[in-house]
């Protein structure tokens, strides 16, 4: 039998989405995968990014949605890879980042996540300061092994409670608040 | 009294607009400027951003238009900085990609120019292979002091015959060729 939910999270990076299933059920919303490809617009603004994909999001399965999108945001390389973050990701990845940087290390992470229904969008955004490491530390996906939250000494890959403290979960927890009193 | 054009080429970027003029002269093409900010879609194929570009460009000024897009692609940093170049530039700049580059140096520089008008839609590309310096040699805009062709010992930005050597040359070429014939 098919298992009815709430919302859909729509993405095609599935630790994206367990991340999000995971931080979800401690608000109770039970949450399903709408796994797709959806166009990206270029833009300096994740927000902007965010909405675009949460509307194409809904087009495509007319039912409450929500999608995320987010960067890393290094201070002393102008916000670099910022919106871009996936694609220098997938070329240069952590070990690129770290080539980059000399002294300054400081870093933001930053989540926005879009819902869109048939009668609302809105957009929720957080965002984690920190540093970026000088090696890559822990296991973990994306920009996980070299960011460290600011009042840690680990980098998310090795935090046991990351999705606990993460951009991603305050987002998260900004929506949920919205999403019960709305 | 207003000049009047056979063709317009619409971007933000007054150096590029500068190049196409200059080199569709000798094609005896007289190119205005259409100076404007469009919307990009983020995508992995110059093609499909130039396309979207095009048509955009098209429906805002309803005569024939052309754009370009381009972008650096480094062998040994899978593509990178490929359709991002533009803003991995602002960002991180050559310096930026010196700092990421070791022994392995082979890139590409592609041009991109899409045609629209009330008719038609075509694209037309080229590349120019070569290598990146190991610094940064002379003035020039872009990529150009870090990009050095393939047969030449000078960076873009030191040869006086970029214009007649370059991708973007070499797409305009292919463009004038098939506009005069149409």
């Known amino acids: ?35 797709c490809n959806l166009e990206e617009i270029q833009s300096d603004s994740l927000k902007e990014i965010a909405k675009y994909k949460a509307t194409q999001a809904f087009e495509k399965l007319r ?30 990845g952590n070990k690129g980042i770290l080539n980059l940087l000399k002294q300054k290390r400081k870093a933001s992470f930053v989540s926005i996540i879009s819902y869109h229904d048939k009668n609302s969008q809105k957009s ?4 984690s300061i920190g540093t970026i490491s000088k090696k890559i530390i822990g296991k973990g996906w994306g920009y996980d092994p070299i960011f460290i939250p600011s009042n840690y000494k680990k980098t998310f890959a090795q935090l046991k409670n990351k ?11 900004k929506f949920a608040s919205w999403y019960f009193d709305s």
């Open 124 to 127: 929720f955004d957080s965002k």
């Open 63 to 92: 039912k409450p949605v929500i999608v995320e999108d987010d960067g890393l945001f290094i201070d002393s390389l102008n916000g670099f890879p910022g919106p871009y973050s996936s694609y220098v990701f997938k070329t240069i």
């Open 1 to 35: 039998m098919p298992q009815s939910f709430d919302l859909f999270f729509a993405s095609s990076n599935n630790h994206k989405f367990k991340e999000a299933k995971k931080i979800l059920e401690e608000f109770s919303i039970n949450l399903g995968f709408f796994r």
């Open 163 to 173: 999705n606990e403290v993460s951009h991603r979960f305050k987002a998260l927890k």
